[in-house]
């Protein structure tokens, strides 16, 4: 089975532009989570995506907002982008019926940079 | 508040040694627990899952949970060099909302 996939990999972009990252999540997993990972804070959750509903939001400026296809894949958008986004972006999906074997599985990330 | 504590090291152990990661959590509703190692500059990969209370093994790894003390810990034997990593632990909670809670992380190093 093919695991998470993310695109692009890499993304360069300069304050005020704006970038929109894609997550293709594994076959049958229906939950698509994104969160930021910067070296000072970790993994921060951003939100969550099921079934085309966002179920569950951090806290992140409206700036950042996301949304989620009838095929399960995902796209996390960031508009006028600010020095501080600079961070690596991490996808994770899971079937996301609940109950307590759910898991999440990451994808390889998405680094984005600001200049 | 943090909801899930881990120190953040790093820890240090000799090879061969074992490694004992530790993980406490605030969250009763918190079902079900997940290691995660990260290498440097890339993404987490899941390592164990554990849902009930007592220990749990693969390979060289064992999950550690118990409920009532809220604590969760993953030991690693006969460590080698490329074991050096970022742990992470989460829980996953349904009480709520549904979320997945991530520690900092504790970052291992094993000395050859």
């Known amino acids: 089975k093919a695991g998470v996939t993310q695109t692009p990999r890499y993304l360069i972009k300069t304050r005020g532009q704006q970038v929109t990252l894609s997550c293709s999540p594994i076959s049958g997993h229906r939950s698509v989570s994104w969160y930021q990972q910067t070296p000072g804070q970790g993994l921060q959750f951003l939100f969550e995506?099921?079934?085309?509903?966002?179920?569950n939001k951090g806290n992140f400026p409206g700036r950042f907002s996301g949304r989620q296809f009838s095929n399960s894949r995902s796209e996390m958008n960031v508009s006028t982008l600010e020095l501080g986004d600079s961070a690596l972006y991490l996808c994770?999906?899971?079937?996301?019926?609940?109950?307590?074997?759910?898991?999440?599985?990451f994808g390889p990330g998405t680094r984005l940079t600001v200049l | 508040q943090k909801e899930v504590e881990q120190n953040s090291g790093p820890l240090s152990v000799p090879e061969g040694a074992i490694a004992s990661l530790n993980c406490t959590y605030s969250d009763r509703g918190s079902q079900s627990f997940f290691w995660y190692r990260q290498y440097s500059g890339k993404s987490p990969e899941l390592i164990m899952s554990?849902?009930?209370?007592g220990d749990k093994e693969d390979g060289r790894f064992t999950a550690q949970l118990n409920k009532a003390s809220q604590y969760v810990s993953l030991l690693i034997r006969d460590s080698q060099p490329s074991d050096s990593a970022t742990y992470l632990c989460?829980?996953?909670?349904?009480?709520?909302?549904?979320?997945?809670?991530f520690g900092t992380g504790t970052r291992l190093k094993v000395l050859a």
């Open positions: 995506y099921f079934s085309e509903t966002q179920r």
């Open positions: 554990i849902y009930s209370n």
């Open positions: 994770a999906s899971s079937v996301g019926t609940g109950g307590g074997t759910d898991t999440q599985y």
């Open positions: 989460a829980a996953h909670t349904t009480s709520g909302t549904y979320k997945y809670i």
